[in-house]
């Protein structure tokens, strides 16, 4: 069984696969390939470092089959799977998490379809009070037979190489900005306080490099952040130029040239939307896109009342920063800049049109939202919420 055919399969109901002993799948609605399954195993995962809890679960049979603690080595995963296929189609699943890819990946290599699930979309008893691996492993088996699973989006290697990538220079990028409190603060309790302007500009690094300490373990420990935050700041700039370089790549470069044309987007945040997102055809209209990055407000209504709060938060939170920062260039309409006149040369006209009329709409907004009293991270979230919306119909071509 493909990896294609078992995302279908998963979406047929239970009464539909246990229609005959023998599963035919030919001739199903969602056009899968005509193919007789006499035996469909389905095998849910509950990883960790260094075991794997296996539950196997016949389609036919309510208890499970097989319960094994497997090591976490590629050669026994294999063998465990390799004698499961001798007695017919295997489907495996396990949840998102730390563990990465690998393990998908080792089962695609010996062609076991294999689905990463959504922890956070996974069905749950409310009145459950007992955890332990082996439930953990059987409620897996249990929901990918009852197609009640929600496969994430798998990346591919470069992908993922270059995502790690970029969230190491925002790791970097957190780090920077906590060294700089931690000399602001040192300075402050030994009384050396900046008066003449803005911190972190070139007079302000002057005045830095003149402070003099009467103690030598001060001067030594002051020796100690600003040095460590010269180099932090080296590091970054050496990762932004390389990051440059990647969106050069001819998998990245049309993609990152068209989403830099919108306003507050550049090159980093561009890179960051490719390589997270993967195909954003994925999402079928721009509200599923507003959904993954959790910039819709939730919901708890009942009955006659709608109750409406903040934003879920759900899904890719490294995204929601990106454009939530990306958002604050929509305070002012101030036309097209230098900078922004310099990423929108070469592309179509349809492009940069699509870019104009997202900047000014998204102008309009905020000052809206600002006029009825409105905070301004209530109506910058509201902003990079719409924005959302604009980044996925440039990707999917509705700049008509």
């Known amino acids: 069984m493909t990896p294609a055919l078992a995302k279908s399969w998963i979406s047929l109901t239970l009464k539909e696969r246990h229609r005959h002993a023998t599963y035919k799948i030919g001739g199903h609605p969602k056009g899968l390939p005509s193919v007789a399954i006499k035996r469909v195993q389905y095998v849910g995962l509950d990883v960790h470092k260094k075991s794997i809890e296996a539950s196997v679960l016949n389609g036919k049979n309510a ?49 076991v379809p294999c689905i990463i699930a959504a ?31 929600t496969p ?11 995502r790690d990538y970029l969230r190491m220079q925002g790791d970097f990028k957190v780090e920077r900005k906590k060294t700089k409190q931690r000399l602001l603060h040192f ?24 402070l003099e300490f009467d103690n030598p373990v001060l001067k030594e420990t002051f020796d100690e952040y600003f040095f460590h935050l010269k180099e932090l700041e080296e590091k970054i700039g050496r990762m932004n130029e390389k990051i440059e370089e990647i969106a050069l790549r001819d998998s990245y470069q049309e993609p990152v040239c068209k989403l830099k044309c919108l306003k507050g987007i550049e090159t980093l945040t561009a890179l960051s939307m490719v390589v997270e997102v993967g195909d954003f055809r994925r999402f079928t209209k721009a509200e599923e896109f507003m959904a993954f990055l959790g910039l819709v407000p939730s919901e708890n209504s009942s009955g006659d009342k709608r109750r409406q709060g903040g934003i879920t938060k759900a899904g890719n939170s490294h995204l929601r920063r990106l454009l939530v920062e990306a958002s604050w260039h929509y305070r002012f309409d101030r036309g097209v800049g230098k900078r922004l006149m310099a990423r929108r040369k070469g592309q179509p006209v349809c492009v940069v049109s699509y870019a104009n009329k997202a900047g000014k709409r998204l102008s309009r907004k905020f000052n809206r939202l600002i006029f009825r009293n409105k905070k301004s991270q209530v109506a910058v979230t509201a902003v990079a919420r719409e924005l959302a919306g604009f980044v996925w119909g440039l990707m999917v071509g509705q700049t008509a």
């Open 119 to 149: 922890p956070g979309l996974l069905p749950r008893r409310p009145g459950e009070r007992v955890k332990t691996d082996r439930r953990d492993a059987r409620k897996l088996a249990r929901n990918l037979r009852n197609g009640e699973v």
């Open 187 to 210: 300075l402050l309790r030994h009384n050396f306080i900046y008066t003449d302007g803005n911190h972190w500009t070139g007079k302000h690094e002057q005045w830095l490099r003149a």
């Open 152 to 162: 994430i989006h798998i990346p591919a290697r470069e992908d993922e190489a270059v």
């Open 63 to 111: 208890a499970p089959e097989i319960e094994k603690i497997l090591p976490n080595q590629g050669a026994k995963i294999k063998s465990f799977f390799d004698r499961l296929k001798m007695q017919g189609s295997v489907i495996a699943c396990y949840e998102a998490g730390c563990i990465g890819f690998e393990l998908q990946r080792i089962l695609e290599s010996i062609e």
